[in-house]
């Protein structure tokens, strides 16, 4: 079955403690990318990448970093996590990253909260 | 990449069809149209997508004004699991793959 997978979906953390929340897919898709959706905001890209070692900033990057060492996997980093980055967030992954095709597979989602 | 603009809130029948529009009235010739629903703070799911023609798959219809400045998502016969926000998108050719997700429709299924 085509399917996005996070780990993991619930998640409490205090401020400053790393975390990390993994990302796989299973569909060979070369486009990944991280939204975090919060009330009256709405879906926001944090970053995306669109191969093996190819990442970008998307709207909402700071505090955030990922890697793409495999096509597969889009882990994404927080170095210090601070309260406002309590959110939920989703991970997405597409055959290409172009307008045409642009059909994206979403996880299930990850709440994270940080006190 | 175009704005589109949606009504906030919908209400249909169980069992009707349910009819979304959006307008993107400021779309340009290699923008397409997409459409995803997120039910319940689940992921975003795919729904349907076109450039000027109509489309149909097994979710959903798409219909595109000629001038392609409005669409329509139709879901023919409506359940109560079709409950959720749905959302349409305008993507460029040329995009990065970025979706910008607006407020969406809350379409409210009723029995």
């Known amino acids: 079955e085509a399917q996005v997978t996070q780990n993991p979906r619930y998640l409490i953390t205090v401020t400053g403690k790393k975390l990390t929340v993994t990302c796989s897919q299973n569909m060979n898709h070369e486009y990944m990318s991280w939204y975090r959706q919060d009330p009256g905001l709405g879906l926001r890209q944090i970053y995306y990448s669109m191969n093996v070692e190819v990442t970008d900033k998307g709207d909402v990057p700071e505090g955030y970093k990922v890697s793409r060492k495999e096509k597969r996997n889009f882990p994404l980093i927080l170095e210090s996590p601070s309260p406002n980055q309590t959110s939920l967030y989703f991970c997405a992954s597409s055959l290409w990253g172009r307008g045409r095709g642009t059909e994206a597979f979403f996880g299930q989602g990850t709440r994270l909260t940080v006190v | 990449d175009a704005k589109t603009t949606q009504p906030t809130s919908m209400d249909c029948a169980e069992g009707r069809a349910a009819n979304l529009p959006c307008n993107h009235s400021t779309i340009s010739g290699n923008e397409y149209v997409y459409w995803y629903r997120q039910i319940h703070s689940q992921g975003p799911q795919y729904i349907i997508h076109g450039l000027k023609n109509n489309e149909t798959n097994e979710m959903a219809s798409l219909i595109i004004t000629e001038d392609r400045k409005s669409s329509t998502l139709i879901l023919p016969h409506a359940t109560l699991r079709d409950t959720a926000v749905y959302y349409c998108?305008?993507?460029?050719?040329?995009?990065?793959?970025?979706?910008?997700f607006g407020q969406g429709t809350t379409l409210q299924v009723k029995p």
């Open positions: 998108i305008v993507i460029s050719s040329g995009n990065t793959g970025k979706l910008i």
